[in-house]
């Protein structure tokens, strides 16, 4: 089945370590974006794409980068530049004006 | 730009009562609304979309939207709650403003169902 698939579910960080989250498709989207996700706040977009080799920054790109070398494959990097990185992570692509998305990633800073 | 204002971060109904969860939408050009559902530690699924169509929009699970232009409002309902609808619910609006095409969500309404 055609989707959008996150890995890892789950991630735990030492602090000052870089980590990097998968987001994969099949759907043949060409627009794909990564969301942050903490309680009680929504949804907020990080990086988005939205074609092969390029990317834009979102409203909360700061200690995070993102990279484009195929079109089922954005990758999020979060950095140790990022303060306060524990939080839901949820990668979607869009067709129009729909999107879809993965499954998510938690990550935990230990 | 765009934006989405959900009343209300959490509302708690009981079993076959009326479900309303309020959105409000700012947009200087005819907008696009969206309903999305998330159940814990999972990712969003689309409840129903509104794209200029019928102002009255049936989405899955029994849940409808009313795109009221003179309110800004596209609130969701459902007649009858069931235990199975709780869960937390975003409404979102698309970004027509910018040259790259992005969905702006609210912070999400949580709804609990007492047995």
């Known amino acids: 089945d055609g989707g959008i698939t996150q890995s890892p579910k789950y991630l735990f960080r030492k602090e000052g370590q870089n980590v990097t989250l998968s987001c994969e498709q099949n759907?043949?989207?060409?627009?794909m974006y990564w969301y942050r996700q903490d309680p009680g706040q929504g949804l907020r977009l990080i990086y988005y794409s939205q074609i092969v080799n390029d990317f834009q920054k979102g409203d909360i790109a700061e200690g995070y980068s993102v990279s484009r070398e195929k079109k089922e494959s954005f990758p999020l990097t979060v950095t140790s530049a990022q303060k306060n990185p524990t939080a839901f992570y949820l990668c979607?692509?869009?067709?129009?004006?729909?999107?879809?998305f993965g499954q998510g990633t938690r990550l935990t800073v230990v | 730009a765009q934006s989405v204002t959900q009343l209300g971060s959490h509302v708690s109904v009981s079993e076959g009562a009326l479900v309303l969860l309020r959105c409000n939408y700012s947009s200087s050009v005819p907008p696009y609304l969206f309903w999305y559902v998330q159940y814990p530690n999972q990712g969003l699924q689309l409840l129903l979309k509104?794209?200029?169509?019928?102002?009255l929009v049936k989405g899955i699970n029994g849940f409808e939207a009313e795109f009221k232009k003179s309110e800004t409002s596209f609130h969701l309902t459902k007649p009858s709650a069931h235990m199975s609808d709780a869960a937390e619910y975003f409404c979102?609006?698309?970004?027509?403003?910018?040259?790259?095409?992005?969905?702006?969500f609210g912070s999400g309404t949580r709804l609990s169902i007492r047995p």
């Open positions: 979607a692509s869009i067709r129009g004006t729909e999107a879809f």
């Open positions: 759907l043949n989207h060409d627009a």
């Open positions: 979102a609006v698309s970004d027509h403003d910018s040259s790259a095409s992005k969905i702006i």
């Open positions: 509104y794209t200029s169509a019928a102002t």
